[in-house]
């Protein structure tokens, strides 16, 4: 074997050695409500540990013994870290003896919350599976706001903006659309309204009062990149070049910044944010608005 390619198995085998392997492991989510609060808990926990991949066993809507054993049943089969919110003490009981014998972690993650809240404000908890999604003016107000939002989206209804909590502008590629679904499923109204080159921004857009404009941009590095993605092996023509251009899309950030600045909206640059932190960027920019 020559010496050369002798060197590069070692450092080849060295690398391996030094990258992390990725740990499977199971992870059971039993909820007497939707489970959405435990996934959400698991995601910001295992985003935590990069060489861990959690294997995700859901069993919602738990409400019987005939239920809670089944899933119980599941756990045998399948051993790993089990995440809990369950009410009723009977069901509870009976999943944290049964894990108990199984030598399984449970960890009920609503607890020290609850616990906090109870010393707090000196009140007992209600004990209502699934509280937070009754059909309550909450509930309603977020299906009003869904719907508004899917009427309002890519520049639609432009004539009905005051009614809006955000209008979310920007050149294309910028995420207006999935980040105002996800404001809309927080029960904030949001309309957007795409920036485009040859075309003028509505003139309702200038006279809103109600709505907080906010304008998102990006890198145009990135934007590039991105707008060759979507387009892909596709024959577009002339067209499709411009729309992925880096000296046009510089110019097109240039006159959104521009158009943000002229009229005081706030920007937020989106190149390195995912769509939960832009919208979670905008309900700051609200809440303090709506404070003043």
């Not at 009229?263 to 939960?276: F, G």
Request: proline share 6%; charged share 25%; hydrophobic share 40%.
């Amino acid at each position: 074997m020559a010496r050369g390619q002798g060197q590069a198995e070692k450092t080849v085998a060295a690398k391996r050695k030094t990258q992390p392997i990725a740990t499977f492991f199971h992870v059971h989510l039993v909820s007497d409500s939707t489970g959405e609060t435990l996934n959400a808990m698991l995601k910001a926990t295992a985003s935590q540990f990069a060489a861990a991949k959690p294997l995700e066993h859901i069993y919602a809507l738990i409400r019987s013994r005939a239920q809670m054993e089944k899933t119980l049943a599941e756990i045998e089969a399948s051993p790993g870290l089990v995440l809990y919110t369950v009410i009723n003490p009977e069901l509870r009981r009976l999943l944290e003896i049964r894990c108990s014998e199984l030598q399984t972690p449970a960890i009920s993650v609503l607890d020290p919350l609850l616990h906090a809240f109870t010393d707090y404000l000196g009140l007992e908890t209600t004990l209502r599976p699934g509280a937070q999604h009754e059909l309550n003016d909450a509930y309603f107000k977020r299906i009003a706001a869904l719907d508004y939002t899917l009427s309002h989206d890519d520049g639609q209804m432009t004539w009905d903006l005051e009614p809006a909590d955000v209008v979310v502008i920007g050149v294309s590629r910028t995420s207006k659309t999935p980040t105002c679904m996800y404001l809309a499923n927080r029960g904030v109204k949001a309309a957007n309204i795409p920036l485009v080159p040859t075309t003028d921004p509505p003139p309702e857009l200038f006279s809103l009062r109600k709505p907080l404009v906010v304008g998102l941009v990006a890198s145009p590095e990135r934007l590039s990149q991105i707008r060759q993605s979507r387009l892909g092996g596709l024959n577009a023509g002339d067209a499709a070049e411009e729309y992925s251009d880096l000296d046009l899309i510089r110019q097109e950030v240039v006159r959104a910044k521009r158009l943000c600045t002229k009229h005081r909206w706030p920007m937020i640059d989106v190149t390195r944010k995912s769509v939960e932190e832009t919208a979670a960027a905008i309900l700051t920019k609200l809440s303090a608005r709506q404070n003043q």
